[in-house]
């Protein structure tokens, strides 16, 4: 075990470190929030991002604790379930895959209704409760669709390779990462919302300008029905090969200046420009083996069937150990990620000021994008250092504004 968790975490430093930005960063100059938020839209965004973070925290907590009790401490019920999908293992390792998945949506759908419900009362969420909960139940059923090829690959693994499963187990990994950023534009995000290509105009032309002088190829750009859902604005990039593209809510294209729009952008643009989504899926090819070798390591000291450990023929009962050590390792791979993804998104934000010359518009956007999304411009250093996935707010204004001065990287 200590030497999986060592190898895990030089893993994880290693591909850290070869895969993140080469090139200097703009430091950010110091940006008080009070200069750019008002003392309102600062409570209003602490008040609701507050209690948000802690129904997200709860939520988290309650999986792993329902996780643990079907791996640990399950009820007769559970174990009479387990004894009959034991008659036809991969089989009932999808079963029972599937069912986990089912019951961690179900055990934690009240902190999820809650938070739906603040969203709504705050503005944020434009869905009534029936048309959220029809996207739950997609959610749900695509998470036990996965968990269910999961639950099966995991138990035939185990069958076929029960002192090396992890080998194969990262093969299965890094193959269905590729898989799922390959498809998941074309075959899963249909099923939440509509996607139009941007017609000729002056926005496409926008795209297709910064693309020529950046010299990428961007795929299809494409408009998303995102009002329907929020009030919030995004946009995004997805995809590889055939299927890569850039994905511009609507609210942001209807409501927003062009100035603004164009370094959302040009931001987009910069994520082809130095290939993020494939060194992003580079990093996870590093740490799969690794990471996977500790998913069985812990998997092996949380497994109390005694099919892990040689003592009987691997089979279902051995999913749910499975399922908590992968959840673990996981969110420890994710958090040890987000360093990465902070700079990578930094990187990209320097791009738009390159790509744009217009530090203004590019701090209004930011200024629109925390008040319109209610982000917390400065939220607790120790959470964001944990989750954080993107600079902050007020890094960003702050980045905007030494841009503006005349800064450069380097000096």
Known sequence: MPLAILGAVVAAGVATFLL??????????????TAYFSRSELDRAAAFRGHQRLIGLGGLAVSVATLTLIAVGPGRGVRALMQRAERRPIFGGAAVGAGISLAITISGLPLSIWGHERAVDAGLSTQAL???????????????????????????????????????????????????????????????????????????????????????????????????RTTGINAYVGGLGHTKRVVIYDNL???????????VIAHELGHFKHRDLPRGLLWVLVVAL???????????VIDRSGQLCGGRTPGPAAVPAIALSVAIVGF?????????????????????????????AFVALDRSLAT????????????????????????????????????????
């Open 130 to 228: 029936g048309a959220w909960l029809l996207d739950v139940a997609r959610s749900a059923s695509i998470g036990a669709v996965f968990a269910a090829v999961g639950g099966g690959v995991a138990v035939a693994l185990v069958r076929r390779f029960p002192r090396r499963w992890f080998v194969p187990a990262a093969g299965a990994v890094a193959s269905f990462a590729v898989l799922l950023v390959y498809l998941q534009p074309v075959v899963i995000d249909p099923l939440f919302n509509r996607f139009e290509p941007v017609p000729q105009g002056a926005l496409r032309g926008d795209v297709l300008e910064f693309a020529d002088r950046s010299g990428v190829e961007v795929g299809e750009v494409y408009r998303i029905d995102a009002s329907r």
């Open 20 to 33: 993140r930005p080469r090139s200097e960063l703009l430091q950010a100059a110091a940006a008080d929030p």
């Open 372 to 411: 319109r999304n209610l982000s917390d411009p400065d939220p607790p250093r120790i959470y964001q250092a944990i989750f954080g996935t993107h600079p902050t707010a007020v890094e960003r204004i702050g980045m905007g504004r030494a841009w503006a001065r005349g800064e450069r990287p380097g000096e």
């Open 253 to 263: 294209i209807d409501d927003f200046p062009e100035s603004q729009v164009r370094s």
């Open 332 to 360: 420890a791979l994710s958090c040890a990620a987000n360093p990465m993804s902070r700079a990578v998104e930094a990187r990209a934000d320097q791009y738009a000021l390159e790509l744009t010359g217009d530090p203004r």
């Open 290 to 300: 690794p990471g996977t070798l500790l998913v069985q390591r812990v998997a092996e």
